[in-house]
T-cell receptor
Framework: DQQVKQNSPSLSVQEGRISILNCDYT??????FLWYKKYPAEGPTFLIS?????DKNEDGRFTVFLNKSAKHLSLHIVPSQPGDSAVYFC????????????FGRGTQLTVWP | DTAVSQTPKYLVTQMGNDKSIKCEQN?????MYWYKQDSKKFLKIMFS???????INETVPNRFSPKSPDKAHLNLHINSLELGDSAVYFC?????????????FGSGTQLSVL
């Protein structure tokens, strides 16, 4: 039962442009959402998160938007850089077990010069 | 200095064997996890330990036995390995209570069962 879905397995964007990665979830009990980034042969690393009481969280070039009514979140990267090329995982959690994360299958982002 | 380190990085073994994966974290975290990434790329939680106590056991076959000798270590022992156990196993740690979902992952152990 896939509770977090990333329907785009890959995304290709030119350097300097915006990358938009999308994620949908089905469980209305989720109240904390995160994005992780993964390079080959490494573990996922935390990128940015958002609580369900907010609809936007920004950290430098990265912004996460949450639409609770649509059960949808997105990650915007502006401007995209070649070093951003990685697999991006969307994850969700419901308190109190915030360490129990439900992950999507990931989106491979390629940023080309 | 690696924050969460797990060994070995690659593990190739025959069906029926018993193997262990070791994990250590030097972040001072109270909570450690094992996650499994299967062939379809889904990352799923297997176990969670808080200060050496089992907190989450996600309906994993009892051939999988985690052991936490202290809060900085969480090892995974797998008995009678099966073909379907082939996957990448990630160890992770966080502050107590899940760290608001901010987990620190090791680089993974690629297990191949032949």
């Amino acid at each position: 039962d896939q509770q977090v879905k990333q329907n785009s397995p890959s995304l290709s964007v030119q350097e300097g442009r915006i990358s938009i990665l999308n994620c949908d979830y089905t469980n209305s009990m989720f109240d904390y959402f995160l994005w992780y980034k993964k390079y080959p042969a490494e573990g996922p690393t935390f990128l940015i998160s958002i609580s369900s009481i907010k609809d936007k969280n920004e950290d430098g070039r990265f912004t996460v938007f949450l639409n609770k009514s649509a059960k949808h979140l997105s990650l915007h990267i502006v401007p995209s850089q070649p070093g951003d090329s990685a697999v991006y995982f969307c994850a969700a959690s419901g308190s109190p077990s915030l360490g129990r994360l439900y992950f999507g299958r990931g989106t491979q982002l390629t940023v080309w010069p | 200095d690696t924050a969460v380190s797990q060994t070995p990085k690659y593990l190739v073994t025959q069906m029926g064997n018993d193997k262990s994966i070791k994990c250590e974290q030097n972040l001072g975290h109270d909570t450690m996890y094992w996650y499994k990434q299967d062939s379809k790329k889904f990352l799923k939680i297997m176990f969670s330990y808080n200060n050496k106590e089992l907190i989450i056991n996600e309906t994993v076959p009892n051939r999988f036995s985690p052991k936490s000798p202290d809060k900085a270590h969480l090892n995974l022992h797998i008995n009678s390995l099966e073909l379907g156990d082939s996957a990448v196993y990630f160890c992770a740690s966080s502050q107590a209570g899940g760290g608001l979902g901010k987990l620190f992952f090791g680089s993974g152990t690629q297990l191949s069962v032949l």
